[in-house]
């Protein structure tokens, strides 16, 4: 049994010799894959802080163009209220014109011709489609130069029993394009 016990702890002996020199031969191997592993780990951290910086200076771009984009729209809506305005007021002043050339017809022509012109700037205004707001455009220029030359031919004959036939006339041709 003595025996045994010796041949049982040689071989526990020789097994963790063994193991001792496997480890010994293979420490050098596992110390260069450590420090390749570490390596590796110190690249990768430093790629992705490359890569956040970079991602970071992009949205740092993008929001720069962004706001100045918001800027422009800002600017460009400011402009077209003013523009609005202005139209509103210039057709204002043409229903006071129209008051004037013809005091010998009722107000509610004056209101319904620049309703009629109101309506048609409102049109305008609110198109989305380019060819559709010029249009609308050219049909209110039309418009606005047909009430022009009614006054102006009103003035000329000394208003009498003038009526605006070529804004009615207008009126009627856009009435029969919708």
């Known amino acids: 049994m003595l025996r045994w016990l010796e041949q049982g702890l040689a071989f526990v002996r020789r097994s963790r010799d063994e193991h001792i020199h496997w480890r010994l031969s293979r420490q050098e191997s596992l110390a260069e894959l450590r420090q390749a592993q570490a ?9 992705l802080r490359k890569q956040t910086q970079e991602l970071a200076h992009e949205l740092e771009v993008s929001k720069a163009k962004h706001d100045n984009r918001l800027e422009m729209v800002k600017i460009q809506c400011q402009q077209d209220l003013k523009d609005y305005q202005q139209y509103l007021q ?11 050339s013809y005091t010998h017809l009722p ?42 030359e009614d006054s102006q031919s009103s003035l000329q004959t000394d208003g009498g029993a003038a009526v605006p036939k070529k804004a009615l006339a207008v009126m009627d041709a856009d009435l029969e394009l919708k």
């Open 107 to 148: 107000e509610a022509v004056a209101f319904t011709i620049h309703h009629h012109a109101k309506q048609l700037l409102n049109r305008m205004w609110e198109a989305e489609d380019t060819q559709q707001k010029l249009k609308i455009e050219m049909q209110l220029l039309q418009f606005m130069t047909a009430v022009h």
């Open 39 to 47: 390596l590796a780990e110190q690249a990768l951290i430093a790629q």
């Open 90 to 100: 210039s057709l204002d002043r043409l229903k006071e014109s129209l008051r004037t």
